[in-house]
């Protein structure tokens, strides 16, 4: 009786068959990689040799009582046979359904593999299992259940190396796949003070969930409590985190940006949260006048207008939800009021109100108790109101932003000198003061716009 391979054997067998230009993934049933070779033949083989070999492993695995299952996948890259069978035109002409449907299960199985391969081969974060979750967060108890969401419940956790983490365990929807894998591959390749840092990740068959560094509360659970200083450090820190996403190639746009999405260190420095709805923007993706609709995500009284009325996607919509969060720091006050009648005010419509009367003073936080510079006030005030300006097109960048908190002065006395020359030369000849201070853009568009 013939012996049964060994696993070794048989992965030498496969190799043969496969050209260098080939690789040999092994990977258990989770989808971790044990093996990565390239081939060694250099004519290669038809698929069926792998068919074959495939089914010897298997059965040479149940019976050496293997701890994995191994599930092996040539190359996409590999030609397939050209020889087909008689039966098969009969097969596809009479179950075109069954094909198509088998035809896009291969596909996402190929996907699902691909991207799992993807982050075990960088080695960029650690994969946690379900059970090593479970014993971190004490069987997910209600205890320490710090957050919920639509779609997500957040966990305090221990891990086993004793770091303090919270665990993000996505609801099981046809969703969550994507958008676990999304967040993971976007946050693996980010690396800045300002932006919430990726522990791990758990992707099995009953879980999905992102493991980030703990902090200790949001913005908007701290807010009331925060005095001017440190509520300008947060604009500041905030604003550097979005320069950074928006200045990777190519850009990325969180699309989520809230107070609620802003988390606090002890000392206060802020990190953005929460990716589970960024976005790479491919730069010539909306080009056209005639953009193909997207799914608008985000939360009522940050978006937007151009991102509710026509799905557009640039890194203005993140610029327009970073001004809300301003006038959450300068009034205090939450993006969306509910009064006593259930009511929903937008602390937006609210200040623009304020502002374009000149009562500017009455936005301040009553909480503050005029403790604030009021030069930085101004500052802040400007940059909100250049951030929430209807046209996309006029918002700064979150450069320019920056720009406006470091050099304050500069900016300042732009203001002063268009107040200046408008008491003089009046509102209808304010074009002219674009020429009197060249043709710089941050300039021409604070003179424009403020």
């Not at 250099?42 to 149940?62: F, M």
């Not at 994995?68 to 030609?79: A, D, F, R, T, V």
């Not at 205890?143 to 221990?158: A, C, D, F, I």
């Not at 043709?439 to 021409?444: F, G, H």
Request: aromatic share 6%.
């Amino acid at each position: 009786m013939q012996q049964p391979l060994s696993s070794d054997q048989i992965v030498g067998k496969l190799l043969k068959e496969l050209p260098p230009t080939c690789l040999l993934l092994v990977m258990d049933k989770g989808g971790k990689v044990l093996l990565q070779k390239p081939g060694t033949s250099q004519e290669g083989a038809p698929i069926k040799v792998l068919h074959s070999s495939e089914s010897s492993l298997s059965a040479s695995s149940s019976s050496t009582e293997s701890k994995n299952k191994y599930l092996i996948q040539k190359s996409l890259s590999m030609p397939c046979s050209s020889t087909s069978t008689s039966s098969q035109p009969t097969e596809n002409a009479t179950f075109p359904r069954t094909r198509k449907y088998l035809q896009h299960k291969n596909t996402a199985a190929k996907n699902l593999f691909q991207r799992l391969a993807y982050l075990e081969i960088i080695c960029c974060t650690r994969r946690f299992t379900i059970d090593e979750l479970r014993c971190a967060t004490d069987n997910f108890s209600p205890n320490l259940l710090t957050g919920e969401g639509g779609h997500s419940r957040v966990y305090r956790s221990n891990l086993d190396n004793g770091q303090v983490a919270a665990v993000k365990v996505l609801k099981n929807t046809q969703y969550s796949e994507d958008d676990l894998f999304g967040e993971v591959e976007i946050l693996s390749n980010l690396k800045h003070e300002n932006i919430i840092q990726l522990v791990g990740y758990c992707y099995s068959k009953d879980m999905r969930a992102i493991v980030y560094n703990l902090l200790k509360d949001s913005l908007k659970q701290r807010l009331k409590q925060l005095n001017w200083n440190t509520r300008l450090q947060v604009a500041i820190g905030v604003a550097r985190g979005l320069e950074y996403l928006h200045s990777q190639t190519p850009p990325i746009i969180h699309r989520d940006v809230k107070s609620s999405n802003i988390l606090l260190s002890g000392d206060c420095r802020p990190q953005i949260s929460d990716f589970g709805a960024a976005v790479i923007h491919q730069q010539n993706q909306q080009d056209s006048a005639y953009v193909k609709p997207v799914h608008v995500v985000g939360t009522f009284g940050y978006l937007a207008p151009e991102y509710i009325m026509y799905g557009k996607v640039d890194e203005k919509i993140d610029v327009y939800s970073y001004g809300v969060v301003l006038l959450e720091l300068i009034t205090g006050k939450e993006a969306i009021q509910i009064d006593l009648e259930s009511h929903h005010e937008s602390l937006v419509l609210w200040a623009r109100s304020l502002l374009s009367f000149g009562l500017c003073d009455l936005l301040v936080d009553p909480d503050l108790s005029e403790n604030y510079n009021k030069d930085e006030m101004k500052t802040m005030m400007l940059a909100a109101r250049l951030c929430l300006l209807h046209s996309s097109s006029r918002r700064p960048t979150m450069k320019t932003i920056l720009r406006l908190f470091e050099e304050p002065e500069h900016w300042l006395e732009l203001q002063r000198k268009r107040e200046e020359l408008l008491d003089g030369i009046g509102s209808k000849d304010e074009s002219c003061l674009c020429r009197c201070y060249g043709s710089d853009s941050d300039e021409t568009m604070f003179l424009e716009d403020s």
